[in-house]
């Protein structure tokens, strides 16, 4: 039983919500200075944390100077060129129009069987942005609005390198990343124009092969990758690593319709690794640092909501909708803790 003090999140899609997602369908699924167009996944976070109304149509009203319209296809893809365009951030009206009809013909369901498999290699495209798109289509069930996650996730989606054959080791996420911490052959943490593009820059090491080629995945590790993240983020802060938690829940969303759940984790990994590297693989948390943070978190759970669901911030929104859904799964009190740390940051 939950405590009285703690509210379960969800998404109701009201009428408004519905409406304002129809009208974003119509824009590039980038911004106007290149970033992930987070519109739609805010609305949903916002209304499943409560926001009225009122709310969802100011915000999308303010968000609406950052998007442009999304262009006419220039090519017609189909089952055979689809993947030439993985990748592709100049293809994504063909990548939509495509995805557009093979919902239309044969469903979300067989259309994301089809085609999930060509696109878990590059799960962690956009720092994560694609499949969390796509998480979010999947949670109001709109055909419209999967076929627009899928097309997404397509054009953001370029591996950032082929797995290493073979396991050097036998590790869980944790060991590995706390390993990572301490090699001297640590890259220098890269400062590029976005996320994306850092861990592409770090990824291009035998450090970072060897360290993805020795997790072991068992019928735990998609819990422990999430628990990586959460333990990642709570640690560092980092504006990078919040992206591991919403990526990794987005990722455990799409299991069911993947059935090599191995290879999934395997790249999931990979993505959550590379996004450690990117800021410099810092000293993670001890167990004790972790429940001493748990143990300092006195916010009401109630108030922390409703600030998410009122702020301009779009990554908070989406970062307290995640945590709290998760703690609600899990009973991981640190879920708790960072998402009262994201909605009332200590100056």
């Known amino acids: 039983m939950l405590p009285d003090s703690v509210l379960v999140v969800g998404s109701i899609v009201s009428q408004v919500l519905q409406e304002l997602l129809d009208e974003e369908l119509g824009a590039d699924p980038t911004t106007v200075r290149g970033l992930t167009n987070h519109l739609p996944m805010a609305l949903v976070a916002k209304e499943g944390l409560g926001a009225d109304t009122d709310e969802l149509i100011r915000f999308a009203a303010a968000y609406s100077t950052?998007?442009?319209?999304?262009?006419?296809?220039s090519r017609r893809l189909d089952e055979n060129t689809w993947h030439s365009a993985i990748g592709?951030?100049?293809a994504a009206a063909d990548l939509r129009n495509y995805f557009v009809r093979q919902v239309a013909e044969e469903g979300t369901d067989e259309t994301m069987r089809k085609h999930l498999p060509a696109l878990v290699a590059g799960i962690g495209g956009g720092a994560f942005h694609g499949v969390i798109r796509l998480a979010y289509a999947i949670e109001v069930s709109s055909p419209s609005r999967v076929a627009a996650g899928l097309a997404y996730l397509a054009e953001v989606g370029s591996p950032l390198r082929a797995l290493a054959p073979g396991a050097t080791g036998l590790q869980d996420p944790m060991a590995i990343l706390a390993a990572l911490s301490k090699s001297p052959e640590l890259p220098g943490r890269p400062e590029l124009k976005s996320i994306d593009e850092e861990m592409r820059r770090v990824s291009s090491s035998d450090l970072f092969d060897d360290a993805v080629a020795s997790l072991e995945v068992t019928e735990h590790t998609d819990q422990e990758l999430t628990q990586a993240a959460l333990h990642l983020y709570a640690s560092t802060d980092d504006f990078t690593a919040l992206h591991g938690v919403t990526g990794l829940?987005?990722?455990?969303?799409?299991r069911p319709w993947i059935d090599d759940h191995e290879l999934l984790s395997r790249f999931a990994f990979q993505a959550l690794a590379?996004?450690?590297l990117s800021i410099g693989a810092p000293p993670l948390w001890s167990r004790n640092r972790l429940d001493e943070f748990v143990g300092t978190n006195g916010s009401d759970p109630k108030e922390v909501l409703s600030s998410a669901a009122f702020s301009n911030d779009e990554h908070v929104s989406k970062l307290v909708y995640t945590a709290q859904r998760s703690w609600v799964k899990t009973n991981e009190p640190l879920y708790l803790a960072i998402a009262a740390r994201k909605a009332f940051p200590i100056p």
């Open 66 to 73: 950052r998007i442009t319209v999304l262009d006419e296809p």
């Open 88 to 90: 592709n951030y100049e």
């Open 249 to 254: 829940e987005a990722i455990d969303s799409i």
């Open 274 to 276: 590379a996004a450690y």
